[in-house]
């Protein structure tokens, strides 16, 4: 019961990865708000059922839980969950940015809407909850934010809208560390491997069942079905213990099996000049220092 007496908001929480933390932080004795707007995986339509399933299951195993329907895209979603904890519970002490969905498509055939979309329910919709917890936090001088980035943000084909808006998580995270560490409060950012329909595609599905059929066990295959969201849910929950007290603004990815703590960016190589750049000093320069045994990793075909 190492988070009795907390409170909590879990966003996303109905489904997959959210779902198990709302799990285990209440195992770990924290009442909890559970926002689930109950879309399908790109977002649309909308119900309150997982919201309330989760909610139940707390409640039947003795915890507190509140479920909330809210889309977090929306700027006063955020407001209405920190309202809505301290209306029940009388406080707030951790905030689980969680909620997002997914619209793939290759960059040239991406629409307004698809980039739209992602960017407000992820950035955005982390942006509106945090804010909101954030004046909170500030006058009780406590509180911890964990959000979720994804390893797509390093880079991942076909999904422009979403790598932008898990690295603007990424930046937002290690800024609000430093916004709110003086307050006594800390923020991380998780990238999470785990089985959950954003990541489980019919396509993937199809070729575990394939592989299944045929008898093939290959270590790809074998770790997917391995990173069940309750591992990263435990994660999750011992950064918003006291145990983490001393982690702040940093970056994990996190699986079932594993735990990875990412490098802060810092330069990797650097020349400087007294004059201002020309062409014929950066041709000089730059092939022997900065960009030195680099390499197109994604050289196009030539057009025949």
């Given at each position: 019961m190492r988070l009795e007496g907390k409170v909590a908001v879990v966003t996303g929480g109905g489904r997959g990865i959210g779902r198990a933390e709302c799990m285990a932080l209440?195992?770990?004795?924290?009442?909890?708000?559970v926002n689930d707007f109950g879309g399908a995986a790109d977002g649309s339509g909308g119900e309150s059922g997982p919201a309330d399933e989760v909610s139940d299951a707390i409640s039947s195993v003795g915890g507190k839980a509140i479920p909330h329907y809210g889309d977090v895209s929306k700027p006063d979603t955020g407001d209405a969950l920190v309202q809505l904890a301290l209306d029940n519970?009388?406080?707030?002490?951790?905030?689980?940015?969680n909620a997002g969905t997914l619209r793939d498509r290759m960059l040239h055939?991406?629409?307004?809407?698809?980039?739209?979309?992602?960017?407000?329910?992820?950035?955005?919709?982390?942006?509106?909850?945090?804010?909101?917890?954030?004046r909170v936090f500030r006058e009780q001088r406590s509180g911890v934010v964990v959000s979720t980035g994804s390893e797509s943000g390093l880079g991942s084909m076909g999904q422009a809208n979403y790598a932008a808006a898990k690295e603007g998580i990424a930046g937002f995270t290690r800024t609000i560390a430093r916004d709110l560490g003086r307050y006594g409060c800390r923020a991380n950012m998780i990238r999470p491997r785990a089985a959950s329909r954003l990541t489980l595609s019919d396509q993937l599905k199809e070729a575990i069942a394939r592989a299944k059929k045929s008898g093939e066990r290959a270590p790809e295959i074998s770790r997917i079905e391995n990173w069940v969201?309750?591992?990263?849910?435990?994660v999750v929950t011992w950064l918003c213990t006291d145990a983490a007290a001393n982690v702040n603004g940093q970056d994990f990815v996190v699986s079932a099996e594993h735990i990875s703590l990412m490098t802060q960016p810092k330069p990797a190589a650097t020349v400087f000049t007294d004059d201002p750049w020309t062409l014929d000093r950066l041709d000089a320069l730059l092939p022997q220092s900065v960009t030195r045994g680099l390499r197109n990793e994604f050289p196009g075909k030539k057009k025949e």
């Open positions: 209440a195992e770990a004795g924290a009442s909890v708000i519970f009388g406080r707030l002490d951790i905030l689980v940015n055939n991406m629409s307004d809407a698809e980039w739209n979309s992602i960017i407000d329910i992820h950035l955005s919709g982390t942006f509106y909850c945090t804010r909101a917890a954030a969201p309750e591992g990263v849910a435990k």
